[in-house]
């Protein structure tokens, strides 16, 4: 079945530094893949989204390119904010699942004044 | 402002006991979904619903009901027969729910605790 593997966390980082989150997937077909954010307490908010090969996403100075030579879609940004620190979650989606989506575990960021 | 309303925020359960959490949508979105979220780890499948008056098991199901009478609404029961349901609980939607490039919405989650 489908699954999707993120690097564990939880990860600290210092404000301005450079954040990568790693995540690698496995499916059937071609799956659309996102990256979701969720603040404490709250629910999964999109962060982006790339639905074909190559395609890059980006939103907010994140960004994450489909690589389906790797099965890849790792998220970047290049000078991390304390806003930034959240759990984000990679997640891929396949229509002829029934339109079910597949999480990641999640990866918890801190980012540190 | 169009969103996905979940109530309530906390709730306990006490042995034996069934309880409804509550999901509204406005967004007149086709697809529903139940996830249920551990600390540590990712979202799980609980139900999902492409259309009123049908809904699938997701994989896990297990100890747990849903209706879908109507579009805007889609009601999770956790009952007795689950054994472990101290989770935080999110509800989802998508417009079209079979498009592979529909993202999900998230309604703010209801955490369950038991007494």
């Known amino acids: 079945g489908d699954s999707v593997t993120q690097m564990e966390g939880p990860v600290t980082l210092s404000e301005e530094a450079f954040l990568t989150i790693n995540c690698t997937y496995t499916?059937?077909?071609?799956?659309?893949l996102f990256w979701y954010v969720q603040y404490p307490g709250e629910g999964l908010q999109l962060l982006l989204k790339?639905?074909?090969?190559?395609d890059k996403g980006s939103n907010k100075g994140f960004e994450a390119t489909y690589r389906k030579e790797t099965t890849s879609f790792h998220l970047e940004k290049g000078s991390v904010q304390v806003s930034d620190s959240a759990v984000y979650f990679c997640?891929?989606?396949?229509?002829?699942?029934?339109?079910?989506?597949?999480f990641g575990d999640g990866t918890t960021l801190t980012v540190k004044p | 402002d169009g969103g996905i309303t979940q109530s309530p925020k906390y709730l306990f359960r006490k042995e034996g006991q069934n309880v409804t959490l509550s999901c509204e949508q406005n967004?007149?979105?086709?697809?529903m979904y139940w996830y249920r979220q551990d600390p540590g780890q990712g979202l799980r499948l609980i139900y999902y619903?492409?259309?009123?008056?049908?809904?699938q098991k997701g994989d896990i199901a297990e100890g747990y009901s849903v209706s879908r009478e109507k579009k805007e609404s889609f009601p999770l029961t956790v009952t007795s027969a689950q054994k472990n349901p101290t989770a935080f609980y999110l509800c989802a939607s998508t417009d079209r729910g079979l498009a592979t490039n529909e993202k999900l919405f998230f309604g703010s989650g209801t955490q369950l605790s038991v007494l």
């Open positions: 790339a639905t074909k090969a190559d």
């Open positions: 967004l007149n979105h086709d697809a």
């Open positions: 619903s492409q259309i009123v008056n049908d809904f």
């Open positions: 997640a891929l989606r396949r229509g002829t699942n029934a339109g079910k989506s597949t």
């Open positions: 499916a059937t077909g071609y799956p659309s």
